[in-house]
């Protein structure tokens, strides 16, 4: 079995882990439409090349796991794909996105640049070795219900395809009903499987199911555990944004105002920028020992 690459390269362009600036995968939760793709990958793009950040466009062809029925999923597979695989094209930015079953990964491979595995099908064996088995990097959300060891789990299972572009995201633990937590003892305890960490802080602030039909969320909490997670060492941030989160259709409790974003990742750098000076200050070189 390898062992995990540190840093992973994603596209043209992108490297996230060990030694790399801050990196930035970003976007709406599910695509909506063309124009929405475009309005915030230009956003992504100005961000990249005013700020030095490495960025990587995210958006769901489907969302498979919506709390009703009758919820808004997507485009689906093909024409999402079509979509993902066009702004790709027309920015040259990297693009991501989530698959739910095994048969979806030949597909997702040839039109992304990174496969998202989501949180709740994280310990889905065909899953991961499908994804893996593409070749292309892994985006592994740590599921909810799950202690952040654990998911030495399920980096084996890519590793075991001889696939070893790996990413592990925090994303939240169940606390309750309807209520999740960050530990950010986990970002240090998944650094130690050897992979580059994502913290994903628009998911962690979402309330699931607390909408009856749909999840909540409370996005004045974004912020601030962005910031920790950077303070601690992450080598990614996710983020969920749109022009107008509450029309969007789906996530939009949790998602991170279009115009606010590029203010943000500025604020998350000033933090990265303090923790590496002191880092350097005090001879650290390991990522998750810069607090």
Same mark, same amino acid.
């Given at each position: 079995?390898?062992?995990? *690459? +540190?840093?992973? &390269? $994603?596209?043209?362009?992108?490297?996230? %882990?060990?030694? =790399?600036? @801050?990196? /930035?995968? #970003?976007?709406?939760?599910?695509?909506?439409?063309?124009?929405?793709?475009?309005?915030?990958?230009?956003?992504?793009?100005?961000?990249?090349?005013?700020?030095?950040?490495?960025?990587?466009?995210?958006?769901?062809?489907?969302? *498979? +796991?919506?709390? &009703? $029925?009758?919820?808004?999923?997507?485009? %689906?597979?093909? =024409?999402? @794909?079509? /979509?993902? #695989?066009?702004?790709?094209?027309?920015?040259?930015?990297?693009?991501?996105?989530?698959?739910?079953?095994?048969?979806?990964?030949?597909?997702?491979?040839?039109?992304?640049?990174?496969?998202?595995?989501?949180?709740?099908?994280?310990?889905?064996?065909?899953? $991961?070795?499908?994804?893996?088995?593409? %070749?292309?990097?892994?985006? @592994?959300?740590?599921?909810?219900?799950?202690?952040?060891?654990?998911?030495?789990?399920?980096?084996?299972?890519?590793?075991?395809?001889?696939?070893?572009?790996?990413?592990?995201?925090?994303?939240?633990?169940?606390?309750?009903?309807?209520?999740?937590?960050?530990?950010?003892?986990?970002?240090?305890?998944?650094?130690?499987? %050897?992979?580059?960490?994502?913290?994903?802080?628009?998911?962690?602030?979402?309330?699931?199911?607390?909408?009856?039909?749909?999840?909540?969320?409370?996005?004045?909490?974004?912020?601030?555990?962005?910031?920790?997670?950077?303070?601690?060492?992450?080598?990614?941030?996710?983020?969920?944004?749109?022009?107008?989160?509450?029309?969007?259709?789906?996530?939009?409790?949790?998602?991170?105002?279009?115009?606010?974003?590029?203010?943000?990742?500025?604020?998350?750098?000033?933090?990265?920028?303090?923790?590496?000076?002191?880092?350097?200050?005090?001879?650290?070189?390991?990522?998750?020992?810069?607090?």
């Amino acid at each position: 079995m390898s062992t995990p *690459a +540190n840093p992973v &390269s $994603i596209g043209e362009g992108v490297a996230i %882990g060990h030694g =790399r600036p @801050l990196a /930035l995968i #970003a976007g709406p939760c599910v695509i909506e439409s063309e124009e929405l793709l475009a309005r915030v990958a230009d956003v992504l793009l100005a961000i990249r090349d005013s700020l030095g950040v490495p960025a990587v466009l995210k958006a769901s062809f489907d969302k *498979a +796991n919506r709390s &009703s $029925i009758r919820s808004y999923r997507g485009p %689906g597979l093909e =024409r999402g @794909l079509e /979509l993902l #695989a066009r702004a790709r094209e027309r920015t040259g930015l990297p693009v991501t996105t989530d698959i739910h079953l095994p048969e979806q990964a030949a597909p997702a491979a040839a039109a992304v640049d990174l496969l998202q595995i989501p949180a709740f099908l994280v310990r889905q064996t065909d899953l $991961i070795v499908a994804a893996a088995e593409t %070749g292309k990097p892994l985006n @592994l959300k740590k599921g909810q219900f799950m202690a952040p060891w654990e998911m030495a789990n399920a980096v084996n299972k890519a590793l075991e395809t001889g696939n070893n572009r790996i990413l592990v995201t925090e994303r939240g633990t169940f606390f309750g009903y309807g209520r999740l937590v960050n530990d950010f003892r986990a970002l240090i305890w998944m650094a130690e499987l %050897g992979t580059p960490v994502v913290f994903d802080a628009t998911h962690s602030v979402q309330l699931p199911g607390a909408s009856g039909d749909r999840s909540g969320g409370e996005r004045r909490f974004v912020r601030p555990l962005a910031r920790a997670a950077v303070a601690v060492g992450c080598d990614a941030i996710f983020l969920e944004t749109h022009p107008d989160p509450d029309r969007a259709l789906s996530d939009g409790p949790n998602m991170v105002p279009l115009a606010e974003l590029p203010g943000l990742v500025r604020e998350l750098l000033r933090v990265r920028a303090a923790v590496d000076e002191r880092g350097r200050a005090a001879g650290e070189v390991a990522p998750m020992t810069r607090c």
